[in-house]
């Protein structure tokens, strides 16, 4: 055939509709309709808020879902963003990293809701009197819950670029910029997107407590499914709390199918590996999409502009580790900028610590810190024995169902499906049941903590029982291997290094709930146990700066000394010693 | 001669080291000298840390020389020089890219336009063999294809001169042999987009089968030992006498000694404690033993024929028969190995006695193990950690070496019987479990 009639046929083909078109279009100018109609109300003033506050009704449930949607959406797109920027530098400057790396572990370990306390009050004085300030403020907040994680992956795998992949960008002539986007940005996708799915899945919890919080006098209800419960607690209603329960578990469903499972199986291409493994993932969005004609017209523009963008002559400076060593190798006015560099950092960082001693030790004493430290120490107990009892119901369970692989293909994603669910809007069944039973708050409030972050455990358990090696089954079968025996020198080093990431994401998460578990109110009752969530949690509502600071700075200290003491050696010693094959 | 041409590439007198785990330099490579003019293939020979492969990455200008002149067609090498286009080891491929946009890729980075693009990519495809594979992904390849893609990707660029990184050693025999014969093929036809092949390779068959000229190299530091002019027809015949002839000389040539040292540590970089170790297993050394002892060698084989019949690479033929040298057991020379007495009794013993027997070569003949061994008998906790010899290793080599050789003294002296090795706390000790 000649080259012509290849190419008219295909145009031909490409030109008569098929039967996904149809729906394909629907959903696309059902989606621009409702950004557009999410993005009008956003720049309304605050005043509007007022005139129309949130409803119970739950026809207008739809409308607020979307508009969390919109945050979400819009949360993801900034920390995507902030990502490759922080990420790239901190990669590829070594003077950059020494600040950056460390910075952005102490903020994976500040809780999310402390950021709010502030950024509340920064934002809205930014945009005063308009709704923007305050979907802003909620917007960082799921930032901050989801930008810490994807910047450190991206940072991780942008360091680990294969040598030889780097060495043939180079000998090919590309330019720092394409390299950027022809290499770094590719190799991070797998890691970055995974990242990111884990994050969204904390994210939905933190919407739903960004929409409706009171900062001393600031109170902000933004209209979505967060203060639609907010609402409901107030008027005691449960049956739209169920309503809203129901309404955010479609947003879930439909969040994982139309967005994730469509970018995991178009991402699948980027995953590293020179063979071809295991079984693919796939979507039936994507399959719509690349069976559609139109619709992947559609791609084509963003395909091409992807090219030109990675194409654009922008010349970075030579920043590849051959680079550095060059840097290197010019030895002394390099190590001058260097002892310069290191003074500034040492500099700010003692200005920066004197200026919050100043503004901290005003009003803060001694008992002050006592109080905290104590309470600090009251909700660290709470994790743990959380954390413990949740394995030891967990962990034989997901064994269990992990060894039994139908059933865990059933299982799995509902653990997923439970650990992305916001806790938050079950909260309220709970407290009216503790209210009801007249039972102990500062017992019975802390199982708030885990209700949300548990299902990490079973589905890390599930996917190290599934991923055990059938061989050695069956050797530990073929030798007698049982009772006690069976667990301890067969299934749980096995499952040990899933189990300990599942369990780091779920005392993480833990101590973000407290702020929101350790308090609670169903009407006119309010409950609240003694520890370290409800101190800030209070401190926030009376909009009493110094002591906010002061509980977010000892949750960080906690969590940073926990996880440094406890579950990084844990996790060294699993990756070094029990990681099969 | 004003009006010759610069020459593709000129090194003179280059140099080049690495910092060592002790902050000193380990120097790699060692005042070598080459010229390579248009119409030449040239391979570099040498063992693993000859220094081979740092010098095509000098010549590729991914790394710089330490000291002396490397240019290319007269001008300086900084940086990756226009004409010169590299094919990997490990193919190198993306894998997120299909085989058309893997080789369009080096076009791209020149800014060529989209239709051009295109042309190129697929003539270039084309000549190599790949149509049909344009729109495959690169995992869904085999080895043989993929390095074709690798290929394609360096030719498409039109580079006068193309560098090959052991670009075969990833391949089965019978891959490797095919592409190999197909790039001479195109090569003698003139079909090639190029003017010289730089190879490197440690495979002294396929150098002698591809290569006009062949710079042998010796180890610690990389120098040239030999340059050896092919001057046989293509296609080659590895069973005609005179190639078999060249493959026995350089074998030779590589186990011959350049110059009086120690005969025991003859290859083995270092000397004393710092001997840097290969790490060899004792179950293949063992193995090399009873071979040798049993028929037909009866005590004596030539190291060609060794390697094609227990399908050893040359490279690695050649790290065995240093171990067992150092360890006293056999003896190199002129391309022949030969057991030793010691080596003979060895063949011959029980599990248990041949452990003593290693044991007291390891202690006698290996100054680092003989260390070991005193210092844990010395202390009283009878315990050492295993840093205090790696800092002793790290004053005489680069880090990837003292670890290696760290790793080789713990796994011949757990089979000696000379000391127990605790991993997790990385401590020697005398403590025998059990």
Redo the contacts between chains.
């Keep these: 055939m000649k080259p012509r009639d290849i190419r008219t046929a295909a145009i031909g083909r490409a030109l008569r509709p098929n039967i996904w078109d149809a729906a394909a279009l629907i959903l696309v100018i059902g989606a621009m309709v409702l950004i557009v109609y999410g993005g009008e109300q956003t720049i309304a003033p605050l005043s509007e808020l007022e005139r129309a506050p949130v409803s119970l009704d739950p026809a207008n449930l739809p409308l607020y879902a979307l508009r969390t949607v919109l945050r979400m959406l819009l949360a993801i797109v900034c920390s995507t963003v902030f990502t490759f920027a922080y990420a790239a530098l901190a990669a590829k400057s070594r003077r950059a990293e020494m600040v950056m790396i460390p910075l952005l572990d102490i903020l994976q370990s500040v809780p999310i809701l402390g950021f709010l306390t502030f950024t509340v009050v920064f934002f809205m004085n930014l945009f005063p009197g308009q709704v923007l300030g305050a979907e802003l403020a909620s917007v960082f907040a799921i930032f901050t819950s989801q930008a810490w994680n994807m910047t450190f992956s991206m940072y991780q795998s942008i360091r680990n670029v294969p040598k030889d992949l780097e060495e043939a960008t180079q000998s090919f002539h590309l330019s720092g910029w394409q390299r950027f986007w022809r290499l770094d940005v590719p190799f991070a996708m797998p890691g970055l997107i995974w990242n990111a799915m884990m994050s969204m899945s904390g994210g939905w919890f933190f919407v739903v407590a960004s929409e409706a919080i009171t900062v001393g006098n600031t109170t902000v209800t933004l209209p979505g499914i967060g203060s639609y419960v907010a609402m409901a607690i107030q008027e005691q209603n449960l049956a739209a709390i169920f309503y809203a329960i129901l309404a955010m578990l479609f947003v879930i469903i439909a969040y994982d199918q139309l967005l994730f499972r469509p970018i995991v199986a178009w991402a699948d291409k980027f995953r590293f590996e020179q063979t071809a493994s295991g079984e693919a993932p796939n979507s039936w969005m994507l399959d719509l999409f690349r069976r559609t004609r139109a619709l992947r017209a559609i791609t084509i523009p963003f395909a091409a502009m992807n090219r030109v963008i990675s194409n654009l002559p922008i010349s970075l400076p030579s920043l590849s580790p051959a680079g550095r060593a060059r840097d290197r190798a010019k030895g002394r006015p390099s190590r001058m900028i260097d002892a310069l560099w290191i003074a500034m950092v040492l500099g700010s960082t003692g200005y920066a610590a004197w200026l919050t001693f100043r503004y901290l030790s005003v009003e803060i004493g001694a008992s002050d810190v006592v109080a905290v430290v104590r309470d600090g120490l009251i909700t660290l107990l709470r994790v743990v024995v959380l954390i413990s009892l949740a394995t030891m119901i967990w962990v034989p369970i997901g064994v269990w169902i992990g060894l039994r692989p139908k059933l865990a293909e059933r299982v799995q994603p509902l653990a997923q499906f439970l650990a992305a669910f916001p806790a938050n809007l079950a909260f309220p069944v709970f407290v009216v049941a503790i209210v009801g039973l007249k039972l102990n708050p500062d017992i019975w409030l802390s199982p708030l903590m885990i209700l949300g972050t548990q299902w990490y455990i079973l589905f890390n358990v599930i996917a190290g029982a599934s991923a055990f090696p059938t061989d050695l089954r069956e050797a530990a079968g073929s030798f007698h291997l049982r009772g006690w025996r069976w667990w301890f020198k067969a299934i749980l080093p096995g499952i040990f290094p899933y189990y300990v990431t599942g369990a780091i994401t779920a005392s993480g998460g833990s101590w973000n709930a407290s702020i929101v578990a350790e308090v609670a109110s169903w009407g006119d009752t309010h409950l609240k146990a003694t520890g370290l969530g409800a101190y800030i949690a209070s401190a926030t509502e009376a909009g009493d700066f110094p002591r906010v600071v002061l509980g977010i700075a000892t949750m960080c200290v906690l969590v940073t000394l926990f996880n440094r003491l406890v579950w990084r050696p844990l996790y060294a010693f699993g990756e070094r010693r029990l990681r099969l094959g | 001669m004003l009006d010759h041409p610069p020459a593709l590439v000129d090194i003179r007198s280059v140099c080049r080291s690495f910092p060592k785990g002790s902050g000193e330099e380990l120097l790699v490579l060692e005042n070598v000298d080459l010229t390579i003019r248009s119409g030449e293939i040239v391979g570099l020979l040498g063992r693993s840390g000859s220094g081979k492969s740092t010098l095509l990455?000098i010549i590729?200008?991914?790394?710089?020389p330490s000291s002396g002149r490397a240019a290319c067609r007269g001008e300086t090498i900084a940086?990756?020089p226009?004409g010169?286009?590299?094919v990997?080891?490990?193919?190198?491929l993306?894998?997120?890219l299909t085989v058309l946009q893997n080789v369009e890729?080096?076009l791209?980075?020149?800014?060529i336009d989209a239709a051009e693009r295109r042309k190129r990519a697929l003539a270039a495809i084309d000549l190599i063999g790949l149509d049909g594979f344009e729109s495959a992904?690169?995992?869904?390849l085999s080895g043989g294809m993929?390095q074709r893609v690798g290929f394609a990707?360096a030719l498409v660029?039109h580079p006068d001169l193309l560098l090959m990184d052991e670009p075969f050693s990833a391949l089965d025999v019978l891959t490797a042999e095919t592409l190999r014969t197909d790039l001479i093929d195109l090569w003698t036809e003139g079909r090639l987009p190029i003017k010289s092949i730089l190879m490197v390779t440690h495979n002294i068959e396929e150098a002698v089968l591809m290569c006009d000229r062949i710079l042998v190299f010796s180890s610690n530091p990389g120098r040239v030992a030999a340059e050896i002019k092919v001057e046989l027809n293509h296609p080659r015949n590895r069973l005609d006498p005179h190639f078999r002839q060249l493959v026995d000389s350089i074998y030779a040539r590589m186990t011959q000694r350049a110059e009086p040292r120690t005969p025991a540590n003859d290859g083995i970089p270092g000397s004393g404690v710092g001997m840097a170790l290969h790490h060899v297993s004792s179950n293949v050394l063992s193995g090399l033993i009873e071979a040798l002892a049993g028929q037909p060698y009866d005590g004596h084989a030539d190291l060609p024929v060794l390697a094609s019949q227990l399908q050893f690479e040359a490279d690695e033929i050649l790290h065995l028969g240093e171990s067992l040298q150092l360890l006293r057991f056999a003896q190199l020379s002129e391309g022949d190995l030969m057991l030793t007495d010691a080596g003979k009794r060895f063949a011959h013993l029980e599990t248990d006695a041949r452990k003593r027997l290693f044991a007291e070569h390891l202690v006698a003949y290996v100054p680092v193990m003989g260390l070991i061994r005193r210092v844990l008998d010395e202390r009283p906790s009878h315990t050492a950690p295993a840093a205090r010899f790696r800092n002793e290793l790290e004053d005489y080599m680069s880090e990837d070496y003292a670890d290696e050789t760290l790793k080789t003294v713990v796994s011949w002296g757990r089979y000696a019987e000379l000391f127990a090795y605790d991993e997790?706390s990385e401590t020697f000790s005398l403590e025998n479990p059990g």
């Design positions: 990455r590729a200008g991914l790394i710089q940086g990756p226009n010169v286009a590299m990997f080891q490990s193919f190198a993306f894998p997120w890729l080096g791209e980075a020149l800014g992904y690169p995992k869904e993929r990707r660029v997790q």
